[in-house]
């Protein structure tokens, strides 16, 4: 099993430009999730499904999309980039909520908006 | 969101040295999951505690849940330079989907 894969590894955006940031977990889990880390903030969930063709919004959703067209991906759109949303961003799959067991992350993106 | 501390921010000490890091919050938490994350890669899930009180042995690393599970902490004993990294610790709330999680103690564990 490849496990959580991401790409890009890294991306360079400028001011207004948008992306999406690809994301894919062989393991059939139902849930997945997406989350930024800034250096001092931790990590923080910013959108996250609980199935194929439901989504939801977690604590940092402003400026991203997202859409489960299958159980398998799970990609991540900047919509219009700004330099806040210069980050590491993670993708992650459990097999159930992320409360009630393990998560498993990608080896994350990194995304430098100038 | 309930905060979960974590301390020290951050940690430098000697192979073979002990250390314990802290995670504490005003809040019960469901249960805590504790993680390790290497430059470069995602968290990789250490242990999930569960039960006020209990004690998980992974190895040299010792994990506590307070009684009234509102904090953790880690032990690592004799530690080595394969220890080094970031933990993370992350709390269940009762209710709801999401991890609260600590900004991190960075450990470094030179030869």
């Known amino acids: 099993n490849a496990g959580v894969t991401q790409t890009p590894k890294f991306q360079v955006l400028k001011t207004g430009q948008s992306m999406t940031l690809q994301c894919a977990q062989d393991m059939n889990h139902e849930y997945m999730s997406w989350y930024r880390q800034d250096p001092g903030m931790g990590l923080r969930l910013i959108h996250y499904s609980v199935g194929a063709g439901i989504t939801d919004q977690g604590e940092v959703p402003n400026g991203y999309n997202v859409s489960r067209s299958t159980t398998e991906d799970f990609p991540l759109r900047l919509l219009s980039a700004a330099p806040s949303q210069t980050s590491v961003y993670f993708c992650?799959?459990?097999?159930?909520?992320?409360?009630?067991?393990?998560?498993?992350f990608g080896p994350g993106t990194r995304l430098t908006v100038t | 969101t309930q905060l979960l501390e974590q301390s020290p921010q951050f940690l430098s000490i000697q192979e073979g040295e002990n250390l314990t890091v802290y995670c504490n919050s005003s809040?019960?938490?469901?249960?805590l999951q504790w993680y390790r994350q290497e430059p470069g890669e995602g968290p990789v899930l250490l242990v999930t505690v569960v039960t006020g009180g209990e004690v998980k042995k992974l190895k040299r690393l010792t994990f506590q849940f307070g009684d009234a599970r509102k904090d953790s902490s880690l032990h690592i004993t004799a530690a080595q330079p394969g220890d080094t990294g970031l933990y993370l610790c992350a709390g269940a709330p009762n209710s709801g989907y999401a991890l609260n999680f600590g900004k991190g103690t960075s450990l470094l564990v030179t030869p």
């Open positions: 809040s019960v938490f469901s249960s």
């Open positions: 992650a799959s459990s097999y159930s909520t992320p409360s009630g067991g393990e998560q498993y």
